[in-house]
């Protein structure tokens, strides 16, 4: 059973927050307003609790392209001021533990390069520069170093070296390459011969050490690590980072946490004994503990994600949140060495949580969804970022002992916002496979009035071990696809995250089951509101949300459309050509050789011959986790039948659509395709 203690710490649980309502009386949110809005992310509260630190995306659609840039802004309020040059952009602003300097990297030039900022002078300077690049820059706890991380050729002992074989590539007159082990190509990239490296500089300056020299692996494991994979010893003369070891990475999930000396040498394997995957090593304040996050279950990356503190003396670990049975996201420690921070997903929103050493686990805030905290050296000042399907994200301050509410900081897009009319997210739930209790959300559109139906969406999510949240979505926003007219709900079915990890675990080796149960059972539950016109029903997804939208084409005549973006048609061909084998090896009981049951059983290719609904497929030519043959297979079988359907291809996209022009062509596009088979205007 799970423990959660809400006792001497008052919980912040605002139902109607600042901004959270319902905002009337305005118009629906346009395509181009949505791709303009700034973005605001990273805050890094200063030591002493008085400053904020943060980032600003501003997107330029002509450019067709996005920027970032740095600000300071005191915590009791006031103008905000730029840190970041124009010239120059930056990103990543970490304090120094002193709070008098701030590290960060640039953005607006060909390599990024490590510059120091003089708060008290409003000045900055160049501390690093390779011709690799730089990311990711922290600080030690001495304040006498820092770290980043590189993109260099392991064999290559100067910089000097690596230029010269950067540019000796770019001057090869064939571009062919020569494989001999998987994983040769990740996500978007084609493997390069180039490993992420951590480097250390001394702040006075110097050349940078790798500290992970000669070593054929990545700090951090790509695509998705960060900064939060590598972290000084709290004296400074030791770094510990999370890397994965091996000729065998494609069907793996083991990463592990190693120490290394800040001079280089051969780092120390502090989890040997775990089979999973280990990452976000922090050491305590104090010195004498490790925290870092753990998945049991080897080549599952779905797996509960718990979070572990190894006593550095003994060698003992333990699962901080054993009683827990959500996963961990981000945590920080407090300075007290005992107590930690972390934010974990329940149901819809990402929570703030709190919990000692002995796994007592205590909900700190349940307002909004939040995510990137930052705490300031008192434990007590807090910065994070809160949004919400209605609210763009905002970077707030909170109090954690004083049970006070949060105060918002910042105010970007207000002039926009402020004309707009959209709806909160309403929660829902229905009965679905089992007769287990099943979850969602529901958006009206900002036209909404009583008495009139609306046309139907259905968001389908990927993963498939993820979950719709209530939050301000970069991509597959709600909001847009209320404006349309369509009320807009957002099943979360088997599979999803944020419901306990059985709910999570029963999606594997059963794709087309359970949870087409669950989302067809919450299809007619949003059907019979009064207000949804259940003849006029849409549906669409990425990912496994592609995929179900595949599956529903074989199943079901139940959608007046749909719209498949990235979806995995069939599984035996994908499984020959997606880079990280552990998962569909996992999510089908093996390879199609050894088990070919489950790829039989729910692969879409196998039920074309039912596709009857008129489908947008989109795909992206850069797409190496869904090949982009997945939605060429598919359309060719749409119209090879005379089935209705349009092909919407982006040949410099990958498994996201991310350039602004070519996100306002995919909206352009959906919506269009979605009114083509809705007609949006209301009925009576």
């Known amino acids: 059973m799970t423990r ?71 915590v009791g309020g006031g103008e905000p001021r730029r840190i970041s040059d124009v010239r120059r952009g930056g990103r990543h602003a970490r304090w ?66 690596n230029a010269a074989r950067m540019e000796a590539e770019a001057a090869r007159a064939s571009q062919a390459r020569t494989y001999d082990d998987l994983l040769y190509r990740h996500w978007r990239s084609w493997e390069d011969g180039r490993r992420s490296h951590v480097f250390v500089v001394p702040v006075g300056g110097g050349a940078p050490i790798d500290v992970t020299a000669g070593r054929d692996y990545d700090v951090p494991v790509p695509p998705f690590g960060g900064s939060g994979d590598y972290a000084f010893a ?137 995510s990137q905290i930052s705490i300031a050296e008192d434990g007590n000042t807090m910065a994070f970022v809160n949004d919400a399907i209605n609210r763009p994200g905002q970077v707030y301050t909170w109090s954690i002992n004083a049970g006070a509410s949060p105060q918002r900081l910042t105010d970007v897009n207000a002039a926009v916002l402020g004309q707009l009319s959209m709806n909160p997210a309403e929660e829902i739930s229905w009965v679905g496979a089992d007769g287990n209790t099943v979850r969602g959300m529901l958006v009206r559109p900002p036209q909404y009035q009583r008495g009139q139906r609306y046309p139907l969406l259905v ?54 089951g359970r949870v087409y149960i669950d989302i067809m059972s919450g299809v007619e539950h949003a059907a019979r509101f009064p207000f949804v016109d259940s003849t006029r029903i849409a549906a669409a997804g990425g990912s496994y949300g592609g995929y179900m939208v595949n599956w529903i084409n074989g199943h079901s005549d139940r959608f007046d459309a749909l719209v498949s973006h990235a979806g995995v048609y069939n599984l035996e061909s994908f499984y020959g050509a997606t880079e990280e084998l552990w998962f569909p090896e996992w999510e089908f009981g093996g390879t199609p050789w050894e088990n070919r049951t489950y790829y039989e059983q729910w692969s879409p290719h196998r039920f074309a011959n039912n596709f009857r609904t008129p489908t947008l497929v989109v795909h992206g030519a850069l797409d190496y986790r869904v090949p982009d043959t997945q939605g060429l297979e598919a359309f060719t079988a749409l119209r090879r039948q005379g089935v209705p359907a349009r092909l919407l291809y982006f040949p410099d996209e990958g498994h996201w659509i991310g350039r602004p022009q070519n996100q306002r062509v995919w909206w352009n596009e959906v919506h269009a395709w979605l009114a083509r088979y809705l007609s949006p205007a209301a009925v009576p």
Not at 123 to 152: K, M, N, Y
Not at 251 to 264: K, L
């Open 234 to 370: 709290v004296d400074g003369r030791s770094l510990v980072f999370t890397t994965k070891v091996g000729g065998d990475q494609a069907w793996h999930t083991n990463t592990d946490v190693y120490q290394v000396s800040i001079e280089g040498g051969e780092p120390r394997n502090l989890t040997s004994g775990f089979r999973g995957a280990e990452q976000h090593p922090a050491p305590s304040p104090d010195g004498r503990m490790l925290a870092f996050l753990s998945q049991e279950r080897a080549g599952f990356e779905s797996d509960r994600v718990r979070l572990m503190v190894l006593d550095l003396s003994t060698g003992g670990v333990r699962e901080v949140t054993r009683d827990f049975d959500q996963w961990v996201a981000e945590f920080v420690w407090l300075p007290n060495s005992r107590e930690l921070v972390f934010t974990s997903q329940q149901q819809h929103r990402n929570l703030i949580y709190r919990t000692n050493l002995s796994g007592r686990v205590e909900a700190l805030m349940t307002w909004g969804n939040t």
């Open 96 to 161: 120094s533990p002193d709070g008098a300097t701030i590290a960060y990297i640039t953005t607006r030039a060909d390599a990024g390069e490590v510059r120091l900022y003089d708060v008290a002078r409003g000045r900055s300077r160049r501390l690093a520069l390779l011709s690799t690049g730089a990311d990711g820059v922290i600080w030690s706890p001495t304040g006498s170093h820092l770290a980043f991380v590189s993109e260099v050729y392991p064999d290559c002992a100067d910089d000097a070296c």
């Open 4 to 74: 959660l203690f809400f006792g001497a710490l008052a919980v912040v649980s605002l139902a109607s927050p600042a901004g959270g309502e319902a905002q009337t009386g305005g118009r629906p949110l346009q395509v181009d307003e949505f791709l303009t809005l700034d973005r605001v992310s990273d805050p890094q509260v200063s030591p002493d609790g008085r400053w904020i630190a943060y980032a600003v995306t501003t997107t330029d659609l002509g450019a067709n392209g996005r920027s970032t840039d740095l600000w300071l802004l005191a």
């Open 459 to 512: 968001l389908i999510h990927g993963g498939p071990q993820g979950a719709w949240r209530d939050n301000w979505h970069s991509r597959w926003n709600a909001q847009m696809f209320a404006a349309a007219g369509y009320v807009t709900v957002l099943l979360n079915p088997r599979g999803s995250t944020g419901f306990g990890q059985r709910f999570v675990d029963q999606i594997s080796q059963d794709w087309g």
